[in-house]
Every structure is written in structure tokens, then in C-alpha cells.
């Protein structure tokens, strides 16, 4: 049954992946943008859809009306309204198989086309399991799950509910269509986008199927892309389908003097924008790229406005509940007596790298740091050591045309704001398809040339590179593929996986939803009683300066409604006096208590501890 239902969830996002390519072809084709059909147009009528959809989402969420019922009228809407697209996926779907065809037939082909698709099988069931991402249950499917049919509300309690941005609202689709697997999947749906994007990116570039498919099995074989679009719960990977979008489309503008594709492009860098505040370095590199090809302010302030519905959402609503469009990190200049010191000082850490230097040597080392440093650098070196193996070879990519230069130049802005904002490496996933596809140019051309010392190097680091991508991707996927296939019940996954969930399990059983409870955990979506998070690293509301008093901090309790308070096994530093004189007082009575085992640093040393785990009741308001 578990398989059986896997399998179904999967089939509902291949069908939002029809719908979003027939719909999509009829806006390219109502745009006179078509072009001569397969793999590449079918990815830039998915990204146009998409981009529609997360606009049409947040006019739904902010109206209230993201539920079952208003989707799938809205889904079906598209699909009448697509009748001649639909027509046309055939004629897409013949044309990516004639591509097929006509590449040389040979067992290398056979076995880069196999292992791709094994890949992409492996990646698929992982997506099914369930959520275990860590920051994944803290807010990314947390604030879309208590957001499903309601009016968009700011969550004061969970800060990093305002990082929240338009990919987010696919995981709320697939809530609102009935299951989080189904928001699982669509991550997934762009982790396969993405990787098809390197395989159209490289082939343009090298004009070599062979080429192109080693690039999208070394793209896929990354850790930092399977975890992404298999397990994490993240939406970034979408950033990076989108990212290679934005350089095809101003390609195609280039190539075929049809200006316009210059505002689709932006199209594209807004959805980039529009889902992480990072993610405005794209649309700005785009305006420049526009202005350097065109030489016309005209149509580079067309290209940038063409941007702002699909990416400047997110930060109006911002604006509507906090004044800062990008809140927190504004605030303090704008607001200085709105501020939280102690939550703005944990999310400044928590958003910069151990090991940032925003001196001039650090920021140029950084490109070689968060390979050989990644535990320092936001688990830099999950993207593998291949692009940096294969780095000198890149200059061998700038051939005559604009397409290796437009792709380089987004690289390098994406790379550079990185490195002097914040260093974390992971935020480089938007990048780091156009990174393989230009390395992996340099590597064709040096065949070309017959450079046998290299042929030989970059042979060996390949070979070694897809056998420990093959074992590593193995060794993750048999954590995660049990319960997929029903060899495993879900419970016993989600104790031995999901790190907080025997505390979450706990308090479902023992409040039954008899009143709000405040955690001092992170992972909060597998609570199901309302529920407030009391860390005051991650909740604006929970101000040491400002409630750190017992008769304050009970006073705080009241106004919002908290019955129940979790202690496991301590209070938060800041406020442990003042809980601890609640308790000595009565004002706090212990009623429920349980050991249980929890992960302790990270998840993927499976290393474990023992914990006491005490819900109090909070004494009522007089």
C-alpha cells in the first residue's frame, strides 16, 4: 500500500507537469514565442506556468481561498483554457525522442541515459518518504501547513516565517490537494526541471549528446542536488531551474533577435527573486547582461519590470506587517524600537557561515574554502569537488557567442554576492547548474583538442567521481527507501528519522489538542495541538528585553492563549529564571513527563540522546 500510494502521489504531479507544459506552450505560442519544439520549449512553457501559478497562489492564500475545492477549479480552468496545448505535447515529446535518435548509439550512451534514469527513480521514491528535513519541519512545510486556508497572517512567533517566499506556495499546494507528498513531489518536479535545464545548457554549449549527458548524471549525482530535491523539504532547488531559464531565454533573445524573450527572461529572475531575498542578485545581473547586450535603457527597465510581479510579492507582504521588505534585516535602521536584539543577533548567525571573512582574502578563497571547508561554509562541499577539479579548464568554454558569457557573468554575480553577504555555500544551489555546464564545456573542448595528460585526468576524477555519487546516493537512499516501499510502518521511520518527533508524538497523546502548548524544540510540524515556538532565537515575540520578568513572561503566557509549556530537558538560557520562579511559585505545575531520545548536533551522525522531557500546565489569568 505504501508503494501503491507513492506511485499515485507521484502520478499527480505528472500531471501538474503536463498541465503546466500544455498550458505553458499556449502563453509562448499567444506570446509568438514558440520555438522550433522539444525539450527546450517545454521547459520554458513549465517555467512560465509555474511563475503564473505562485502568482495566482498568493492572491488565493491572501484572500483565504488556498483550499481543495478553489485549486482544482482553477487547475481545471487552465486545462480547458490549454486545449491547443495539449495538442502539442506530442509534437514535444516526438521531438525530444528524435534528439535521442540521432545521437550516436554506443554503450557509454546506454549507460549515461540508464543511470540517469536510475537516478531520478532512486530520487523519486526518496521524495515520497516522509518529511524529516530539518529545516523543513521547522518552517518550510510548518508555515504553509498552518496557512492552507486561512488568510495570510505574519507568524510573530517563528521569525523565519518571513523568509518564506512564492516557491513555498507549491508546498502549500500540494497540501491544499491533499497530502504533503504531493508538495514533496513538486519539490522533486524541480530537481528533474533543473537537471533537464543542464542537459539543454550543456548541449547548446558543446553541441554534444554525449557531453550533455555526462554533465546532467554528474549534476545529479551531486549530494547537495539529490538531498535537495529528494529529502530536504526545501524549495530551493527550483531557484536553480529557474536561474539556468533566466541565461537560455536572453540567449534565445540574442540568437533570435525577438527582443521579448528579454521580458520573459525576466519573468524567470523575478520567480528567482521572488523566492529568497538572495535571489535578487539574479534579476539585477539580468538587467545588466540586457543593458551590455542591448544598449537600450528601454528595454532593460522592460526586462526589470517584467521581474517585479513574479519576485516583489513576497516583500510587499513583508511591508504590509512589518514595514521591512526584507524583515528582519532592515528593521533595525528602519524600526530600531521594533527590534528583537536577541532574535536579529541569532538570525544574522544563523544566515552567515562559521567560518565568513569578509576581508579581501576571504572573499577570495571563499570559491576554495567551501569545498575543502564545507562544514564551515554551509555544507559547501555537498556540491562535490568537481567543479573546482575542473575549474582551470573553464576558459576553454568562452567560444564565440553569448550564451558561455551570459551563463558565466550570472555565475560570477551569484558566486560574488555569496561571498561578501553571507558565505553560506548552499545558498550557491541557484548557480551551480550553470557552473557544471560550463566546466563540463572546458572538459569537451580539451577532448577536442586531443590533450591526452587531460583526457586521462578528467576521465579518472569522472570515474571516480560517478562511483562515489552511485555508493553515496546508495547509502542515503536506504534510509529512506524502507518505508517508500512498505517495508517499514511510517512510525517507526518517523522515531528512528525525524529528529524531535518523539517529543511531538508525546504531546499529541497527552494533550489531545486540550489547549495551545509553547516548545522549545525546532522541529514543530509534526505537533498537532496549536502550538507556539519559545525559543527566543527564533521567535520575535519572546524578548528578553522586554519579558524576561516571571510576572511579564506569565503575563506574555496569558495574551497568547499558552495552556501548556514543554520542557526538554531545560528552558532556553535567557528565560530560565524566569520560568523557574513560575514553577517555584505554582504558576507552572508539572502534569506530564516521559524520556525520550532525540538526535543531538547533526542528524546525519545518527548520534543520539537521552533526554527528560516535563509539559506543565500554566496557571489561569486571575
Known amino acids: 500500500m505504501a508503494l501503491i500510494a507513492a506511485v499515485a502521489n507521484l502520478f499527480k504531479v ?29 521547459l520554458y512553457a513549465a517555467g512560465l506556468f509555474i511563475a503564473a501559478l505562485e502568482v495566482a497562489l498568493f492572491v488565493m492564500a491572501s484572500l483565504g481561498w488556498l483550499r481543495q475545492a478553489v485549486v482544482l477549479a482553477m487547475l481545471g480552468g487552465a486545462a480547458l483554457l490549454s486545449w491547443e496545448g495539449w495538442l502539442q505535447l506530442p509534437k514535444l515529446c516526438r521531438a525530444f525522442v528524435g534528439q535521442l535518435r540521432t545521437a550516436e548509439p554506443s554503450r557509454l550512451m546506454f549507460a549515461l541515459f540508464t543511470l540517469v ?4 527513480a532512486i530520487d523519486a521514491l526518496m521524495a515520497m518518504a516522509p518529511l524529516t528535513g530539518s529545516d523543513a519541519m521547522h518552517y518550510h512545510f510548518t508555515v504553509p501547513m498552518l496557512g492552507v486556508g486561512k488568510r495570510l497572517e505574519p507568524i510573530f512567533w517563528l521569525a523565519n516565517s518571513f523568509l518564506v517566499g512564492q516557491g513555498h506556495l507549491l508546498i502549500a499546494l500540494g497540501m491544499a490537494l491533499g497530502s504533503d507528498r504531493i508538495s514533496l513531489g513538486l519539490i522533486y518536479l524541480g530537481g528533474v526541471l533543473t537537471a533537464a535545464s543542464v542537459y539543454v545548457l550543456t548541449r547548446k554549449l558543446v553541441s554534444s549528446e554525449r557531453w550533455a549527458w555526462v554533465a ?29 531559464l533566466v541565461v537560455l531565454a536572453a540567449a534565445r533573445g540574442v540568437e533570435s533577435g525577438r527582443r521579448h524573450w528579454w521580458s520573459v527572461a525576466g519573468i524567470f529572475a523575478g520567480a528567482v527573486a521572488g523566492a529568497k531575498y538572495t535571489g535578487w ?12 547586450a542591448l544598449r537600450s535603457w528601454k528595454w532593460t527597465a522592460l526586462c526589470g519590470l517584467w521581474s517585479l510581479p513574479t519576485g516583489i510579492l513576497p516583500l510587499v507582504r513583508n ?11 532592515l528593521t533595525h535602521w528602519l524600526y530600531p524600537a521594533r527590534v528583537n536584539a536577541y532574535a536579529f543577533r541569532a538570525m544574522i548567525a544563523d544566515t552567515h557561515a562559521g567560518g565568513f571573512d569578509h576581508s579581501l582574502a576571504g572573499v577570495i578563497s571563499y570559491p576554495f574554502a567551501l569545498a575543502l571547508r564545507g562544514n564551515t561554509f554551509g555544507v559547501g562541499h555537498y556540491f562535490g569537488p568537481l567543479v573546482l577539479a575542473f575549474a582551470p579548464l573553464i576558459i576553454l568554454s568562452f567560444r564565440r557567442g553569448f550564451l558561455p558569457w551570459a551563463a558565466a557573468g550570472m555565475w560570477a554575480a551569484v558566486l560574488l554576492s555569496n561571498a561578501v553577504t553571507c558565505q553560506m555555500a548552499r545558498f550557491l544551489l541557484p548557480a551551480f547548474p550553470l ?14 583538442r586531443r590533450w591526452r595528460i587531460v583526457q586521462v585526468g578528467c576521465w579518472g576524477t569522472l570515474l571516480l567521481f560517478v562511483l562515489f555519487g552511485l555508493g553515496s546516493e546508495a547509502l542515503y537512499a536506504k534510509d529512506f527507501l524502507p518505508v517508500v516501499l512498505g517495508l517499514e510502518k511510517q512510525e517507526a521511520f518517523l522515531e528512528r528519522m525525524a529528529p524531535d518527533y518523539p517529543a511531538a508524538a508525546f504531546i499529541n497523546r497527552s494533550l489531545d489538542g486540550r489547549g495551545k502548548v509553547m516548545v522549545f524544540f525546532r522541529h514543530l510540524y509534526y505537533i498537532k495541538p496549536p502550538f507556539i515556538e519559545g525559543r527566543p532565537e527564533n521567535s520575535w515575540l519572546m524578548d528578553p528585553d522586554r519579558i524576561a520578568e516571571p510576572q511579564k513572561l506569565l503575563d506574555f503566557l496569558h495574551r497568547e492563549h499558552v495552556r501548556w509549556v514543554v520542557k526538554s530537558p531545560d528552558y532556553p538560557e535567557a528565560f530560565a529564571a524566569a520560568f523557574q520562579a513560575l514553577e517555584d511559585e505554582g504558576k507552572l505545575r508539572p502534569v506530564y513527563s516521559t524520556d525520550i531520545s532525540t538526535f543531538t548536533g547533526f542528524r546525519i551522525y545518527g548520534q543520539r540522546v537521552q533526554n527528560r522531557l516535563v509539559i506543565l500546565e500554566v496557571a489561569s489569568a486571575a
Do not use: H, N
Request: charged share 10%.
Open 14 to 42: 505528472a500531471i501538474l507537469a503536463w498541465l503546466a507544459i500544455a498550458c505553458g506552450t499556449r502563453m509562448l505560442k499567444r506570446l509568438g514565442l514558440s520555438t522550433d519544439g522539444g525539450l527546450e520549449e517545454a
Open 117 to 120: 534514469l536510475v537516478c531520478l
Open 216 to 244: 546532467t548524471l554528474a549534476f545529479l549525482l551531486t549530494p547537495m542536488v539529490y538531498w535537495q530535491m529528494s529529502t530536504s523539504g526545501s524549495p530551493d532547488i527550483w531557484m536553480a531551474f529557474y536561474t539556468t
Open 281 to 292: 542578485v539574479v534579476p539585477l545581473a539580468l538587467l545588466a547582461c540586457c543593458f551590455l
Open 319 to 329: 511591508v504590509s506587517w512589518t514595514g521591512d521588505p526584507f524583515f528582519p534585516f
Open 435 to 448: 557552473a557544471v555546464a560550463l566546466v563540463f564545456t572546458g572538459v569537451a573542448e580539451s577532448f577536442r
